[in-house]
């Protein structure tokens, strides 16, 4: 499968066409963007880390009949996917308390919470990705009701199957984003699941392994990403 026409460039991949329409190529990029775009800096080996765990978690996940875009991995940094019409609205499962939560009500960081909190984020960089309910997602024509709560479902279910993962190879799953898309009248996870949008915490020591606490030193975040991908790949 060869790449033909570049379609999109986002913070860390880029989307190209490929002969087949239903197909494209997700090429996973080595910058590390941080403060909203201010900070860029080239992370060596982080696309092929992030095309890694997220061709195996994909299939992960497909075993327990949760459906994805992922077809198959092309290269250490590529994969063939299924041509989804994304839905522009970020889905972030939140198990403890911690980031944006925790500035936004004043919490305490850490807390593992009674229950999963879902939360919907409208995808749109110029301003900054505001939140949103379901209040606006309809009438907005993101999404129809079905689809929210088709959506909802499989986020529920797949935050119940990672949390489960990751806790038998002693990591906390602390909270991540997700994205859907259309494909075929259906509704398919899409986009990556790596730590560019994951945060982890190891269970023993609290050492995080995430984009998050490496913005301003760009050498851990290399070894971070290196070792929970030993972690999760083992």
Not at 24 to 44: C, N, S, W, Y
Not at 111 to 138: A, G, T, W
């Amino acid at each position: 499968m060869k790449k033909k026409k570049k379609l999109y460039e986002g913070k860390a991949k880029k989307i190209y066409s490929t002969e087949n329409r239903e197909q494209l190529i997700q090429e996973f990029k080595d910058d590390a963007i941080t403060f909203e775009g201010q900070k860029r800096e080239v992370v060596k080996g982080k696309g092929a880390i992030n095309n890694q765990i997220s061709a195996f978690l994909f299939n992960y996940l497909e075993r327990f009949n949760i459906p994805t875009h992922y077809i198959k991995t092309l290269s250490p940094r590529e994969m063939l996917i299924k041509s989804l019409e994304m839905i522009p609205v970020e889905i972030v499962i939140r198990n403890i308390t911690a980031g944006s939560m925790v500035k936004r009500y004043g919490l305490e960081i850490g807390k593992e919470l009674d229950c999963p909190v879902v939360e919907f984020y409208l995808k749109d960089d110029e301003r900054h990705d505001p939140m949103i309910n379901q209040s606006h997602i309809i009438p907005f024509g993101l999404a129809n009701a079905d689809e929210i709560k088709i959506i909802e479902r499989i986020a529920s279910k797949i935050n119940a199957v990672l949390k489960s993962f990751f806790l038998r190879r002693q990591i906390k799953l602390v909270d991540f984003k997700l994205e859907f898309g259309r494909y075929q009248n259906k509704i398919l996870l899409g986009d990556e699941i790596s730590p560019d949008t994951c945060r982890f915490w190891d269970i023993s020591t609290g050492e995080k392994s995430d984009k998050n606490p490496f913005r301003f030193d760009i050498n851990n975040m290399e070894n971070a990403y290196e070792g929970i991908k030993n972690r999760i790949l083992k």
